[in-house]
């Protein structure tokens, strides 16, 4: 590399000291890192606004205008000068400037870089001021607007102006975006010549792209908004690309290379099953068994991830594969994160296993040592068909006969080393199938991109007869109305969830909220006539299972937790869950939550509190969640939702995948695009050693579009 490969620091104005704060801030070292740092948006300058018409939702304004008078403020609002006194420079906090066009007057406010504004900005002389205007005290002002002379133009050659991504220490430090701006215009005068395309010419002419020069340059810099339409989508289309080629391919290696256990019979046991159902199979249901069943005899190892909103019967699909394999010879094992989970699972399972005569076990930590050998024994003859489990179940001293199926239940909870623990249970070095499931609804581009190189099956369809489930938002001042209703519901048999928040912060604090809420429920329904159970995880596990069974079997009227029960728990008769502090929650947890309601036959309700403190961002989520009932909706909305994170402009911060210009929420059109483009690519070329793929391997291995750990999504 020429000149790309040079650091930061040697172009003018940037030094050693601002070369590490942008690689701090930004993660770019070189010329060819920040000619691949993309503005986020674009500001049309080309027009100048009048004063008076300015209004505060106006996302940003350029005006013309004259400065009237400039005034100095220290703390508690004194005027520190006012033009004629002596400056003590110390003392100022803030400036405050008037200006005025033909259509009124404006104020603009610094609370930084004050000395240097109120040097510039002399009574009398004319600038063109560019910034936000914002309501203070019923009055417009605009603060820290950024100031150019009307004749230095700059901003008149190129109307439309990148934005970058910045943060406050960059600004702080001097990075402004005008900085940014300056710092790319060099950089590409320097770089340009040597950009490398780095699609083959057939894709460019194929898709109609632009090159990878003229889209870098305009970027940037755009001619105008036609030039800038055709470089965002090039580059958007060639990230999207890479990431999509790279994901195909590693699975397509996979299913290839890697061997699985072939079973092709759909033996009397999964018949058996089948038939003593209690209810029809929903076409969804359906469907993504017939996709596992085609999995399972193609002789290659399965690795599918099946999704479903909470509720849409996936715990039928995965005894049911599990009969697949056991009707072929193998055993089968399900896992879940929880015990609570497991005995729930344990207890459904073995009822639909009855008419099979299937042996089933369960398998947690608090078995005894007694079960633990006899289960150790049924698992090693191959005499136990199923086995339930927690993470005991892949402790080394638990050995299989024959495992030919593993399913993982609410998979983000499980890392990917425990996973390959289980892959070295399989018969005769063979992997077992494996099926992971998750009610995490997630965005359909998301898990295309997260979960890209494994199968993907999707319920889509919730079988019939639920109820849905009433939602509403309520404040402090409607809290007594609440527990008026929440009485006349357990008089009518029925129970109620009570969940609080965890705010990670502080444990105790935590603890203390959850110990308050918890006493203030108990004093509103006291004993004898109702029942309170408290869960949370600085428990002992044998109290949480004890309060949870309490529960569960219908003993306790309330269960008041922190968000433990938020995966998979059924109590088909607790018809309200009540969210304490909702809008600490984010939109998929609120989903989870609610999901635990509704699955009886009486309708239900999600109560959702909010504190007086509670942010426009999320009352959004709370309304949102009042609106819609569809997992997959909410997954979308939050995801567009989802602020800007630490970094202003980037939409996907707290992703394991560094998009740096596409957007997996807004682009799902062209990400679609790219991905079936990709498949036609390794289709034609499934190992890319054609001629004209050279630069596709070449671009692959750089290895930067492959997403890294998603083990920890939720
Ligand atoms: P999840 O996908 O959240 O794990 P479950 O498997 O726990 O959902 O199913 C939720 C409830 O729906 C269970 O009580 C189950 O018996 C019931 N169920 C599953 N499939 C069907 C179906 N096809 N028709 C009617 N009820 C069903
Ligand atoms: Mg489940």
């Not at 050693?16 to 942008?22: E, G, Q, T």
């Not at 996979?254 to 929903?282: D, H, Q, W």
């Not at 050279?694 to 939720?714: F, G, P």
């Amino acid at each position: 590399m020429g000149e790309l490969g040079n650091s930061i620091q040697f172009l003018s104005g940037v030094g050693p000291k601002r070369a590490d704060l942008i690689k701090r801030e930004l993660g770019l070292e070189t010329l060819n890192d920040l000619i691949h740092f993309f503005p986020f948006r674009y500001i049309d300058r080309s027009g100048i606004q009048m004063i008076g018409e300015l209004t505060p939702d106006l996302a940003y304004c350029q005006i013309k205008a004259r400065v009237l008078t400039r005034t100095l403020y220290g703390p508690s609002a004194s005027i520190v000068s006012q033009e004629t006194n002596p400056i003590h420079w110390g003392a100022v906090k803030r400036l405050s400037v008037m200006v005025e066009d033909e259509s009124g007057r404006i104020e603009l406010v610094f609370f930084k870089g004050i000395k240097w504004s109120f040097s510039r900005l002399t009574p009398g002389s004319t600038f063109i001021f560019f910034g936000k205007p914002q309501e203070f005290n019923g009055r417009l002002n605009i603060p820290h607007p950024e100031i150019d002379a009307p004749q230095e133009g700059t901003m008149a050659q190129n109307t439309l102006t990148g934005v970058y991504p910045s943060t406050e220490k960059l600004k702080n430090g001097g990075v402004t975006g005008k900085q940014m701006c300056r710092l790319q215009s060099a950089a590409l005068a320097l770089c340009l010549p040597e950009i490398q395309e780095t699609l083959p010419e057939y894709i460019i002419r194929d898709k109609g792209l632009v090159s990878l020069q003229y889209a870098l340059k305009n970027v940037h810099f755009p001619k105008d908004s036609y030039a800038l339409q055709k470089s965002v989508h090039r580059l958007k289309f060639e990230e999207l690309f890479f990431l999509q080629l790279s994901l195909l391919k590693q699975k397509y290696i996979r299913s290839r290379g890697e061997k699985g256990i072939p079973m092709p019979k759909v033996g009397p046991e999964f018949n058996a099953c089948y038939n003593a159902l209690p209810y029809s199979l929903t076409g969804a249901q359906q469907r993504v068994i017939k996709e596992i069943r085609a999995d399972l005899i193609s002789g290659h190892q399965m690795n599918r991830l099946l999704q479903g909103d909470v509720g849409s019967g996936k715990t039928m699909v995965a005894v049911l594969s599990a009969l697949l394999a056991i009707g072929n010879g193998y055993q089968a094992c399900i896992m879940a994160p929880t015990e609570v989970l497991a005995q729930q699972h344990f207890a459904n399972i073995s009822r639909y296993l009855s008419p099979t005569g299937v042996k089933c076990a369960l398998l947690t930590g608090s078995s005894t040592q007694k079960e633990r050998r006899e289960i150790h024994a049924g698992l090693e003859d191959g005499s136990i068909g199923l086995i339930v489990g927690t993470h005991a179940l892949i402790e080394d001293d638990v050995r299989f006969k024959a495992l030919g199926l593993a399913v993982i239940d609410e998979q983000h909870r499980f890392g990917v080393d425990q996973r390959a623990k289980l892959w070295a249970k399989g018969p005769n070095g063979l992997p077992p199938h494996v099926l992971v499931m998750t009610a995490t609804p997630i965005p359909r581009t998301l898990a295309m991109t997260l979960y890209g190189d494994l199968d993907v099956s999707v319920i889509d369809e919730m079988p019939p007869g639920r109820k849905p489930v009433q939602t509403i938002c309520i404040g402090q001042n409607r809290r007594n109305a609440m527990y008026r209703f929440l009485r006349d519901e357990i008089a009518r048999g029925r129970q109620v969830f009570v969940v609080y928040p965890l705010i990670f912060e502080s444990e105790k604090i935590d603890l203390q909220n959850l110990q308050n809420g918890y006493e203030e429920i108990v004093n509103a329904f006291p004993l004898p006539d109702y029942k309170v159970a408290l869960v949370h995880g600085q428990q002992k596990a044998e109290e949480k299972n004890f309060n949870m069974s309490a529960f569960a079997a219908g003993r306790a009227n309330i269960l008041v937790s922190t968000t433990v029960i938020e995966v998979g728990v059924d109590v088909p008769n607790a018809s309200v869950m009540v969210i304490e502090s909702a809008q600490r929650f984010g939109l998929s947890q609120l989903h989870q939550l609610r999901g635990r309601v509704g699955r009886g036959a009486e309708k239900s309700y999600c109560i959702l509190v909010k504190d007086v403190k509670t942010t426009k961002e999320a009352q959004q989520r709370l309304d949102l969640m009042c609106a819609t009932e569809d997992g997959f909706e909410i997954a979308e909305e939050d995801m567009k939702m989802r602020g800007p994170g630490d970094l202003e402009g980037t939409q996907q911060s707290g992703l394991p995948i560094n998009l740096r210009i596409a957007s997996l929420a807004k682009d799902g059109l062209l990400l679609n695009e790219a991905r079936a483009y990709a498949q036609s690519v390794l289709d034609a070329d499934p190992s890319l050693t054609e001629p004209q793929n050279r630069l596709l391997i070449t671009e692959l291995r750089k290895d930067k579009y492959v997403a890294k750990d998603y083990s920890n999504i939720s």
